[in-house]
C-alpha cells in the first residue's frame, strides 16, 4: 500500500545558504542506498526529500537501506491517492485508516499541508473536515487534538499523500558534506566504530591499514577488508590503504627498547598515515583510542603520538567506556568481526611492561638510533602501498 517515502530530515535543515549542499549530498546518498534496490525516484521538494517506490519492491530492504543513510531524522512511508478533489481524497484516506487499522479502539488527529494555497480548504479547514468524516466513517474513532494514539498526516499537491507512521532515521548529516578524513583501520573493536562516528557527521572515509605480514596473517588483513564494507554500509565506498610495516618494525625492534616500542611504532603509523592522508586530500585524521583503554593510551602516550602529526586528529571514543564502544559496535554490526582472534601488528611486538607516561624527550632520544635507514623505510612503505577499494 505504500508507494512512497517522505523523509525528514533535521540539523541539514539549519544550514541558510549552504542548505542546498546538504540537500542534494542526502538525495544522492538516498540514492546511493537505494540503487542497488530497484528504479527508484528521489526528489527534493519544500524542505523533505521524496522518495518514489517501483511498481514491485521490498518494503522491509527498503526501509531498512534508508535506515542506513546519514541525515535522515524520520522516514514515513505514505500512501499516495492520485487525486486532489474533495471527494476521492477523503475515500482514499479513510481506506488507509480502515487497511492501517483494523482495530480502530483509538484516539486520532488530523494534521495537513497544501502545496496549493489555492486550494478549495486552508490546512485547519482540511484538519476539520477530514476529522469529521473518519469520525462519520469510524465512530469507534475518538479525536485527541493534543495526545492523540495517532497522527494521520495528509499532504494535498497535485496527488495527495497520507502517513500515519514515523520511522526513526539515523540522525546525523549526509556523507560527503562535510570534507573527507583518514581512518586509522585495525582489526579492533574501536576503530571502525570511530569511522563511523565522524562518517554521521557528514566525513568522508579513507582508511589506512598496517600490516605486518608474516607476523600478521592474510586472515587479519581480510578481517580489515570485511571491516572497512561494514562501515561502507554507512559511510560509502571506502579506499583502503594497506601499507607493509613489517620492516620498519622489526627495525624499531632491533634498535629501540623494546617498552617504547608501542609508542614509537604509533608515531611512524601516524606519520605514515598522515602521508596518505595528504595525498588524498582530506583535512583529518580518524584513531580509535580512548583514554586509558591500553598502555599507549594515557595522557602522555596520546601526547607523544600526536606530536608528529600536523592534520587535526580526531578521537571520536577519547571519554568513551569500552561497553559503550561494544554496543555500538554490535549495532552497526562490526562487533562480531572485530572479535575474530586474528593477530594485528600491535600485538605481537608488545612488551610485558611497556611504558606508561613516556616522556617525548625519552622517545625522540631513543628514535634517533632509527635515523639511518627509517626515511627511506617509510618512502618504500609508501610506494608499495596496496589499494582495495572497498565497497
Ligand atoms: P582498536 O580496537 O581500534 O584496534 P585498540 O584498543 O586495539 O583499538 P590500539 O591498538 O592502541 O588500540 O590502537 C589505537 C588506534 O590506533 C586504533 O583505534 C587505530 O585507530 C590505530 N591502529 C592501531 N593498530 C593499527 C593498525 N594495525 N593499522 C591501522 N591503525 C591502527
Ligand atoms: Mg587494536
Known sequence: MFKAFLIKYAE????????YIFENALRDRIKDALNSLGEYEVGKEQGRIFVECPEVYDYE?????????FG????????????????????????????????????FKVEAKRADKNYQ????????EMGAYLLKRFPELKVDVHEPSVRVTVEVRTKCYVYSIIIPGLGGMPVGCNGKA?????????????????????????????????YTSDRAKQKVVDLAGKISKYTGPVKLFVVNFTDIQLYIYDQCPHEEL??????????IAERLAEQESCLGMI?????GQVASQTMQGLAATNEVCKMPVYRPLIAFDKKDIVEIAKEIDTFETSIQPFEDCCTIFVAKHPVTKP??????????????????????????VEIINVK
Open 61 to 69: 530492504e527498503t526501509v531498512s537501506a534508508l535506515k542506513k543513510v
Open 287 to 291: 584513531t580509535g583510542e580512548s583514554l
Open 262 to 271: 608501542t609508542i614509537i611504532m604509533r608515531r611512524y603509523m601516524m606519520k
Open 72 to 107: 535522515i531524522s524520520s522516514i514515513c512511508p505514505v500512501a499516495v491517492i492520485e487525486s486532489s478533489e474533495w471527494e476521492p481524497l477523503t475515500k482514499g484516506v479513510g481506506d488507509y485508516v480502515e487497511m492501517m487499522y483494523p482495530d480502530r479502539n483509538f484516539t
Open 121 to 128: 480548504y486552508t490546512s485547519p479547514e482540511i484538519c476539520i
Open 359 to 384: 616522556s617525548l624527550k625519552v622517545i625522540k632520544r631513543s628514535e634517533e638510533k632509527l635515523e639511518e635507514k627509517i626515511n627511506e623505510m617509510i618512502e618504500t612503505a609508501l610506494s608499495t
Open 12 to 19: 541539514i535543515g539549519l544550514k541558510g545558504n549552504n542548505r
Open 182 to 214: 583518514m581512518l586509522l583501520l585495525s582489526g579492533g573493536i574501536d576503530s571502525p566504530v570511530a569511522g563511523y562516528m565522524l562518517s554521521k557527521r557528514g566525513v568522508s572515509i579513507a582508511a589506512t591499514y598496517f600490516h605486518a605480514p608474516p
